[in-house]
Nanobody, 123 residues
Framework: QVKLAESGGGLVQAGGSLRVSCAAS????????MGWFRQAPGKEREFVAA????????YYADSVKGRFTISRDNAQNTVYLQLNSLKPEDMAVYYC????????????????WGQGTQVTVSS
């Protein structure tokens, strides 16, 4: 059974930093592209970042480029998202997702999803 478990969310002041993690189990983690998405209340789920199976290639939404960094540790079956210079508009539930076939920036391209972790940014 595939499980993606996010952790590390919380409350942070604007301008602050946070690192969220996603621990994967039940899948051949090193074969999967991993992505992070977020969803704010009343809004659609949106792409944040993705990383290919080896970690050599990363992709970011324009809104987070230069502030967020995605990384992975295949030995630990974990993907990370470092969030720096947080803004109130970054506040959302952050989800990790796994995609076997290719790097995708759309939610429909992902096979497995975690339950999400809340990131709250106070202004």
């Amino acid at each position: 059974q595939v499980k993606l478990a996010e952790s590390g969310g919380g409350l942070v002041q604007a301008g602050g930093s946070l690192r969220v993690s996603c621990a994967a189990s039940g899948l051949a983690f090193s074969r999967y592209t991993m992505g992070w998405f977020r969803q704010a209340p009343g809004k659609e789920r949106e792409f944040v970042a993705a990383i290919n199976w080896s970690g050599d290639n990363t992709y970011y939404a324009d809104s987070v480029k230069g502030r967020f960094t995605i990384s992975r540790d295949n030995a630990q079956n974990t993907v990370y998202l470092q969030l720096n210079s947080l803004k109130p508009e970054d506040m959302a539930v952050y989800y990790c997702a796994a995609d076997l076939l290719s790097v995708s920036m759309t939610a429909a391209g992902y096979d497995y999803w975690g339950q999400g972790t809340q990131v709250t940014v106070s202004s």
